[in-house]
């Protein structure tokens, strides 16, 4: 089992930043991919960014790409989500997510949600314009 934990969530102005932050226990974290992902109200959940076990490889979503960056800290057990640029559109409760079944092979799918097997209970993203 693995717990999953954010923070970092707020209130911004558009054009401000944010960083979130995802804590992840109960296995090795260097063995898990990580992602993230968003609820806005009345909308289905949407992949965000997934990153991989080691880091050396990273997945976004068109309307976040060049904006948004995932990192991870192996040492730290923590994923990160740096939010620049924000719109008001990028108001939504942002979902950590954690995988460990292709740490050995295969073809992860991020943008899947069926596919991750833990969640975070989220964090609450507001950008007023």
């Known amino acids: 089992q693995v717990q999953v934990v954010e923070s970092g969530g707020g209130l911004v102005q558009a054009g401000g930043s944010l960083r979130l932050s995802c804590a992840a226990s109960?296995?090795?974290?260097?063995?898990?991919?990580m992602g993230w992902f968003r609820q806005a109200p009345g909308k289905d959940r949407e992949f965000v960014a997934a990153i991989n076990w080691s880091g050396s490889s990273t997945s976004y979503a068109s309307s976040v790409k060049g904006r948004f960056t995932i990192s991870r800290d192996n040492a730290k057990n923590t994923v990160y989500l740096q939010m620049n640029s924000l719109k008001p559109e990028d108001t939504a409760v942002y979902y950590c997510a954690a995988d460990g079944k292709y740490y050995s092979g295969g073809t992860f799918n991020y943008a899947d949600l069926s596919l991750w097997d833990y969640w975070g209970q989220g964090t609450q993203v507001t950008v007023s314009s």
């Open positions: 109960g296995r090795t974290f260097s063995r898990l991919a």
